[in-house]
Structures are given as C-alpha cells and as structure tokens.
C-alpha cells in the first residue's frame, strides 16, 4: 500500500512543481477575487486533467506495471483514488471558474472590466485557440457534468456490476471531451515548459487509453476463448466450480492470479480467483460464490458446451517468498487461490513449512473433505475454522497454532475487514508490514 499512496501523492506534487515552475505570475501583485481565481482555474484544471490521464492509463490493464504497483488488484486501488481525486479538483475546478459569476449575478461581488485580448498574428495556433475558447468551455462543462454522474454511479456499491460495466465505459468520451476542453484552455504558455512535455504525453496517453477502453482492448494480456466442460455446484457453501478448456493463446498462469470471466455478453466480464495450477493443457478452474444476483444466477444459467472468454491472467499474489515459513488464510471464497496453490505444490513440492487456516461461516463436508485430500498431498498444516463451532480467527488462535509467525510470510485472502484487523494487529506486534500479502479483490 505504500508503493499505492507514494505514486499517487507523488504525481500531484510533481504536477504542481511543474506547473509551479511554469506559472509566470507575480504572485505579490495578485490583488482581488477575480487575480486568484485565473490561476487557480489554471492549477486544478492541469490537476485534474493529468490525474484524470493517470486513471485513464490504469483503466486498460496495464501488465508491465502489475510488479511495480503490486497486482491488478493494486492498480484498480489507485485508479479510483485517482478517479475520485479527479472529481474532487474537478468539482473545485468548476466552483472556481462558476462561483465569482454567480457572485456578482446575486450583487456580492463586482464585475471585472475585461482587459483588451492581445493582437495575435492571423493564422496562428494562439489565436485558433482563443477563438475555440468558448467552444471549449461548453464541452468541458457538459463533459464535467457527465463525467461527475459517472463517477459518482462507480462509487455506489449497490449500482448493479453489470450497469456499472455499461456506463464506466462512457467515461473515456467524457475523458476524451475534456482533453479538447484542456488542449484549448490550458494557458499556452506552458506548452513551451517541462509542464507542457508532461501534459501532452499524459494526454496522448491518456487518449490513446481512452480509445481502447471504448473498442474493448487491453494492453497486454490475453482473451482467450473456452468451452465450460464441467460444473459442480456446492449448494452448502453457495459456490459454483466452472472447469473451461481454453482455446490456444493462453500463456500460462501461477497459482494464486485471477483471470475476468465473460460467461454471458450481456453481463459482460467478472473477476474470479483461478483455482486450479497451469499444466500446459488449455484447462483452467474458477470457484465462483453466489454473493450478487449474476452470480447467483449461474448455476441455473451456464451449461456444459456454452461458450465463454478468459481475459488475463493478472495479480502478483502467487507466493514468492524469501521466508521459509507460510501462514495463509483463507476466508470465505477467498480459499480459492489457494487451492491452485495447493495443487502447484501437490506435483512440485517447495519445502516451506506451510499453515493454511480456511475460516467459514457455513460448513460443507465435501468441499472440506477435498480440501484436506489437497493439503496432505501438498504437505500443508490445514486449519479449519467453523464460525458456529470453533469461533472466528484472532491473533491468539494464530500465534498459538504457529509459535514462529515471527519468521513466516502471511498470504490472506478474504474479506477486506477481516484482514485489515489481522494485518494491524500484527504489525503491532512488531511484524514487518511488508510480509503480510493481502488481495484486494475490489474492482470498484
């Protein structure tokens, strides 16, 4: 998480050096409401628009930054701080540019004689430019206005996924909108600075993004296609195991990545953990858990033959660990990777000493049974936790079972809540924070 927070507060800072050394202004000689507001309306627009390319950059996948920022898992956490920073310095962006007018329309404020526009030579991009202003100024109000709606419906958790998937695409237009807004408006002097190097690339790329979020591409990994070739439904637990046969194209994974399952077009694509390890053989496994109304409605839904698309694989929660020692825990659903984990060590065993502690709320025999088969074959300490029978896992329970947690490695996979206690109740204890690996299995 620190990797997340300094990439994110570092980009703000280095845009407003930058901007900082562009901006030519006396700042002694600004005087009155009307002086401040034309540089601040400068300030939170390069903001705005170069967090807003930041998130845009994010939305398409990119692979090559997965190990840097820690996992897709990652990325998606700093797109939408990204995302909300960007409606937050919009929103101000706005207020800035509206509010003195709204001011002096209610006699609070006196308007400001306008100053005489300088003479610029006919033909030249400046002058293009101060003549598509008030163009400018109108896509980038109504694309603010849209793109405030959007993102507002994003951060709502119970707007439905699939109408979240529908409408967040309709972003990248509006970010497309406010690109042509900022080309016109930024202050053409800064084209010519360190500022504007920086402001153009981010946009290029930013817009380059934005067009392929809008066909559909993602930048690196693979959509494979696949055939459903079995099902297995575990009522008990509410969870749906989808074995697929893909097609050719897919590069292989490590246990413990996750891959976006399209099983219906007009749903579209879903996250899902792979539970099953990469033999070179086109088969892959997802343990699904019912917990919206799509994936609830699955088992009733997917057959045996239907077709379906695999898209990945992503995250950096696959178990490398300089540590001789592993404790894993596993809430809910969230023991599915390390099932594939668990089948990767069953064919090729990595000596560590390893403690897997499955914590659930509801009990199935079965599914229990099969995981036990999968950790003697693995040489894995299971721990199973039945919340009505055996309470819920705390940092006690956890020490008592393995007296030197101090030298292992903690790889969790659950809900959120649930392993945040853990994680600062251990590194309360002195536990270096850095060895304790959380997904964060939120993609909104």
Known sequence: MKTLKYTFWGSLVVLSALWWQAEPTDWNSLHGLFAWRNVLNQYTGILGIGVMSLAMLLAVRPVFLERPLGGLDKMYRL????????????????????GPKWMVALGWLERRAKGQRPLLPDGSLQKFFMEQRGLAEGIGEWAFYLAALLMVLALIKRFPYRRFVQTHRWLAVTYLALVAHAVVLVKFDYW??????????????GSIAAVMSLRGKRAGAAAVAGKVVALEHLAEVKVL??????TSGWRGHAAGQ?????????????????????????????LIKGLGDYTRS???????????TVEGPYGCFDFRSGQPRQIWIGGGIGIAPFVARLKDLGRQPDGKAIDLFHTTATYDAVAIEKLRRDADAAQVKLHVLWDARDGRLDLARLQKAVPDWREADVWFCGPARFGRILRDGLVGLGFPAERFHQELFEMR
């Not at 990204?82 to 540019?97: F, K, N, Q, R």
């Not at 195991?241 to 893909?246: K, M, Y």
């Not at 699955?298 to 379906?308: E, K, M, S, Y």
């Open 79 to 98: 797109h939408k701080w990204l995302g909300i920073a960007g409606l937050l310095l919009s929103i101000s962006h706005w207020l800035i540019a509206k």
């Open 192 to 205: 010519n600075t360190a500022l504007g190097i920086v402001l153009a690339a981010l946009m290029a790329g």
């Open 241 to 246: 195991a989808v074995d697929i046969q893909l």
């Open 258 to 286: 996750f891959a976006f399952v399209t099983f219906h077009d007009d749903e579209g694509p879903h996250p899902f953990s792979i539970a099953s390890c990469w033999k070179d053989d086109g088969h892959i496994r997802f």
């Open 298 to 308: 699955l088992p009733a839904r997917l057959h045996i033959g239907d077709t379906v």
